[in-house]
């Protein structure tokens, strides 16, 4: 399992040179929540601030998600785990950031829980994946030798499903959404101002927590993040009535990477796959 004692010890120490050296701004990591279970998003501008982070297997926040509450140009570390890495690259290759002004401090990690369960979440959304993509600095030990999981391993139950199960299942399931839209909150990839469901002209769609728009609002959001969602999962945990978003984002991701034959925010270089254009690309998406 992962020694999150070396990592927060290690990302403290990191932390403070970096505030003393100058060579940042700020630091985003994790803060002392109301109990260890609870870590809050945390921003450390000062060497003082640094004795109040913390590292541990709650800490699933994507810090990615504040990256653009920055001037441009602000010099930034951020903590950055498997799925978070991924979401830098996709920020970098959007130009919401520059790879020159960011501080990756990587963070290996296996053994991840949802708090409001305690379960064990690696497999279900972290892209099969333990080490970041990309990191400047390495917290903790390269994890090896641990079971490499697809990430669409839990897709099967609801692929087996035909159509209509399908839609019956996501009606179902938004039908219970409040629209507190803490799913958009969550997401490092959501970040357009205003969104689209806040525009009156032209109006998308209805606000009320009713069945129409939680559609519209939902499938828009999805199709938004098709070739862009990076598999973090905190959509899901932030819901308050726990509805599997997760899952759609996987499937579109699986059909984006099947087509276009590659992943979001695994390679610096890449460009996203619904604004590049390459001629051996396939047609089945306008079928």
Known sequence: ??????????????????????????????????????????????????????????????????????????KIAIAAKAADSRAIIQLVQEEKVRREDLVIMGIPAYGMKNQKTNEVIDSKTTGGLYNPVIYDILLGEEIHGQKIISPYEVLAEYEAMDKEERWAFWKKEFDKCIRCYACRKACPMCYCDPCFIDQN????????????????????????????????????RACPVDIPLYLFHKKVAKECEEMFGQAAGMKLEDKPALVDFRVEDSDKILE
């Open 201 to 236: 002209k032209p109006r998308w769609a209805d606000k009320a927590p009713q069945s129409p728009g939680n559609m519209m609002y939902h499938l828009t959001r999805f199709h938004h993040l098709a070739g862009r969602c990076i598999d973090c999962g905190e959509c899901s």
């Open 1 to 74: 399992m992962t020694d999150f004692r070396q990592i927060e010890n290690n990302l403290k120490k990191e932390a403070k040179r970096l505030l003393e050296a100058g060579e940042v701004a700020v630091v985003l990591a994790y803060g002392r929540g109301y109990d260890e279970k609870h870590p809050m998003p945390f921003a450390a501008k000062a060497i003082a601030h640094v004795e109040s982070l913390v590292f541990n297997e709650y800490c699933n926040f994507n810090m990615a998600r504040y990256l653009m509450r920055y001037p441009w140009g602000t």
